[in-house]
């Protein structure tokens, strides 16, 4: 069936650079994406959302990239900071019922 | 705070018991859904609700489980009999009710079955 999932179940990042955290999708109908941070012991948490019409999207110090082609989606956060460290996940929202489908998450450790 | 609440927080059980979990949307939010999270994964998708209407169940929900929201606010989730599988965190979420939405998540209710 369609599933979205990440490449690296782990990312170590120094604080104060970027970290990228990548993730690919399988369902090429899908036309609604989001990224979520989960802390420990607490519930997902939305950063930044992206339609399948557009290809960027910027916020604060994240950015969103989607590459419908490869069908591939990335997480940029700059300046990376100890309180980035979480579980991030993309998930796909394909409509209908608005059931969202999330990957099995990355690991991000910042390191002071 | 004006943010999706559960309760209770966390809640420890012994097999074949029942609970039941709370779950009080964001107000003016139509659309309520439940999901199930065990460790290391991410969430699960178990149900969705459009106001006070069930519209939509996983596989995932077998029927020890049952979700209500009977005046289309707050919901509960209840599992009956419980079993050491069931041992999960539980989450709810709430969106507007349009496509193409954000659905905002709660803090959840980590159910430990013994």
């Known amino acids: 069936g369609e599933s979205v999932g990440l490449h690296l179940p782990t990312l170590s990042v120094q604080e104060g650079d970027n970290s990228i955290i990548n993730c690919a999708y399988s369902n090429s109908a899908s036309d609604y994406f989001i990224w979520y941070k989960q802390e420990s012991g607490k519930g997902p948490q939305f950063i930044i959302d992206?339609?399948?019409?557009?290809d960027k999207r910027q916020g604060q110090r994240v950015t969103v990239l989607l590459n419908k082609t490869v069908k591939h989606l990335s997480l940029q956060i700059a300046a990376t900071q100890p309180g980035d460290s979480a579980v991030y996940f993309c998930?796909?929202?394909?409509?209908?019922?608005?059931?969202?489908?999330f990957g099995t998450g990355t690991k991000l450790q910042v390191i002071p | 705070d004006t943010g999706v609440s559960q309760d209770p927080r966390h809640k420890i059980t012994k097999r074949g018991q029942n609970v039941t979990f709370r779950c009080d949307p964001i107000?003016?939010?139509?659309?309520l859904y439940w999901y199930r999270q065990t460790l290391g994964q991410g969430p699960e998708f178990l149900t969705y609700f459009q106001n006070e209407a069930q519209l939509e169940k996983s596989r995932l929900l077998s029927d020890r489980f049952s979700a209500e929201r009977p005046k289309g606010s707050f919901s509960t989730l209840e599992i009956q009999r419980t079993e050491q599988g069931d041992s999960a965190m539980y989450l709810c979420?709430?969106?507007?009710?349009?496509?193409?939405?954000?659905?905002?998540f709660g803090p959840g209710t980590r159910l430990l079955v013994l």
């Open positions: 998930a796909e929202n394909s409509g209908g019922y608005q059931k969202v489908t």
């Open positions: 979420a709430s969106s507007l009710g349009t496509t193409q939405e954000t659905q905002y």
């Open positions: 107000s003016e939010h139509n659309r």
């Open positions: 992206i339609r399948s019409n557009m």
